[in-house]
């Protein structure tokens, strides 16, 4: 019984660095995404596919950002040194997700993530 609670908790202070470190990560690959579309008329020669792949590509890291942003809110509701069930409910602005929550977050965001990798692969395997 003792170690299944220790799988249903989290360390609010090491959630929040991990966290903290995608949000960056994405927002550095979105930024870097609209730029290779912004460069496109002047130096790259992309076609319409592979422009539209490259703004799913952002969007999906710009979802992933957003779920991490409601990771790391939540995280700052308790003390650093909190440990909290992954079942913990969502806020939002304060306000419950009816249905979502910490562990749904965390998961949503990996999944764009791993969707916006994809995205990124076929990209790539169009250009060859």
Request: aromatic residues 12%; contains cysteine.
């Amino acid at each position: 019984m003792a170690e299944e609670q220790k799988v249903d908790i989290i360390s609010i202070d090491r959630l929040y660095d991990y966290t903290r470190f995608h949000i960056g990560m994405y927002a550095t690959l979105v930024a870097f995404l609209m730029g290779l579309i912004g460069l496109d008329k002047q130096i790259l020669d992309l076609n319409s596919i592979q422009r539209t792949v490259i703004f799913l590509v952002a969007c999906m890291f710009a979802l992933a950002g957003a779920f991490g942003g409601i990771v790391c809110a939540n995280c700052l509701r308790y003390p650093k040194d909190k440990m909290v069930s992954q079942d913990e409910p969502a806020l939002f602005w304060g306000v419950k997700i009816p249905h979502w929550t910490l562990q749904k977050c965390a998961d949503s965001e990996h999944l764009f993530f791993w969707i916006g990798i994809i995205l990124a692969l076929y990209g790539v395997s169009i250009q060859i």
